[in-house]
């Protein structure tokens, strides 16, 4: 008698067990088929690409100044889009793909990044790997013309993961980078942000004073998957116009602006960057992924509308996961942002759609 209830009690101690891994799988399964840019099937390759997330409306936006940017995305994407095709790494694409657009002066990242309040261009960015899970960043650079390599290099060539000053620009130099005048990071239209900056005595998020309407933060960035199956990330930025005291976003903080890690996703955020440094957001986008179980778009979505949107924490990100699947979340009014993949799906985009 006393066996046959020990038996029933395992009998249906086994049912109850398998019911729960049912639920979780279908769980899984369920996330994935409700969104349509969720596939289990991997891509060969895929890459995504931001140039700042803000108040950028259809109504502010003249016919040439829409064109302008369209066409620049179209540019950068076009360069990494065809490094991964023809078997290129990640971490080239991303760096060929950032280096458009901070040869821009559309985007708030190398020419055209804004001022400081002492009236200087001062520069930070960020890379990582995901294989390696090594990462170099950069801040306060005055003279390097594109932060991105100075990012780049931090990490391939050395055993830091965070140079900034002059330290930053001496290792720049010794890595034979670009070296400019400060001059040549000069814009009318930055310039005029600071003049109206200082007299407001605001510190602001890029171009948030905009005459034109136009708020959003200039910041770029890239993600992408290649051949191999690695992700790579990387972000610039010349961080907030009339900034003092050597203040750093989280463009430089590995975990906060930028992540990469082969077992989930690559990112990289716009935004305020006071925010995205105390929510830990590319980190927690990852982390999602990895502790929770949850797709890219569930882990993105949740972190960049859901806990962001509670504190009022603005901003974006772009987001590529080990599948190739592309999220590219914003709770702002509209996000520069674009991406492509390898079974041709692709766009460039500036509203909310
Ligand atoms: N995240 C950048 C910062 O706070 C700003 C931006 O994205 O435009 O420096």
Not at 13 to 33: A, K, P
Not at 47 to 75: D, Q, S
Not at 140 to 158: D, T, Y
Request: net charge negative.
């Amino acid at each position: 008698m006393k066996k046959s209830i020990l038996l029933f009690l395992l009998l249906m101690g086994s049912l109850f067990f398998q019911q729960c891994s049912s639920e979780s799988n279908s769980t899984r399964v369920d996330n994935n088929q409700s969104e349509k840019n969720i596939n289990t099937e991997r891509q060969e390759y895929a890459i995504a690409i931001h140039g700042g997330a803000g108040t950028i409306l259809k109504k502010n936006m003249t016919p040439e100044k829409e064109k302008a940017y369209f066409e620049k995305l179209e540019e950068a994407l076009s360069v990494g889009e065809k490094i991964l095709k023809a078997g290129g790494t990640a971490q080239d694409a991303v760096s060929e793909t950032i280096m458009i657009m901070e040869n821009s002066p559309l985007f708030n990242a190398g020419k055209g990044a804004v001022f400081t309040n002492e009236g200087k261009n001062e520069m930070d960015a960020s890379f990582m790997e995901g294989k390696t899970m090594n990462a170099g960043a950069v801040g306060g650079l005055r003279v390097v013309k594109n932060p991105i390599l100075a990012a780049r290099a931090v990490m391939e060539k050395s055993d830091h993961v965070l140079l900034t000053g002059n330290g930053a620009e001496t290792f720049s130099r010794e890595q034979n980078l670009e070296i400019v005048d400060p001059q040549y990071f000069y814009t009318e239209r930055r310039w005029e942000s600071l003049q109206r900056a200082i007299k407001a005595e605001k510190v602001e998020l890029s171009e948030d004073d905009d005459k034109d309407g136009d708020r959003k933060h200039g910041t770029v960035g890239c993600v992408a998957l290649d051949k191999n199956g690695d992700l790579a990330a990387g972000t610039s930025t010349g961080g907030m116009t009339n900034k003092r005291y050597n203040r750093f976003g989280d463009v430089p903080i590995i975990g906060a602006g930028t992540y990469a890690n082969n077992e989930t996703c690559a990112v990289s955020c716009t935004g305020h960057g006071e925010y995205f440094i105390r929510w830990a957001v590319a980190h927690d986008i990852s982390a999602m992924m990895e502790y929770k179980g949850v797709d890219l778009k569930t882990a993105s979505e949740s972190v960049i509308n859901g806990k962001l949107v509670k504190v009022k924490g603005s901003g974006g990100a772009v987001c590529v996961d080990s599948y190739g699947n592309v999220s590219l979340p914003f709770n702002s009014a509209g996000m520069y942002r674009g991406f492509a993949k390898a079974n041709g799906e692709r766009g460039v985009f500036i509203y909310k759609e």
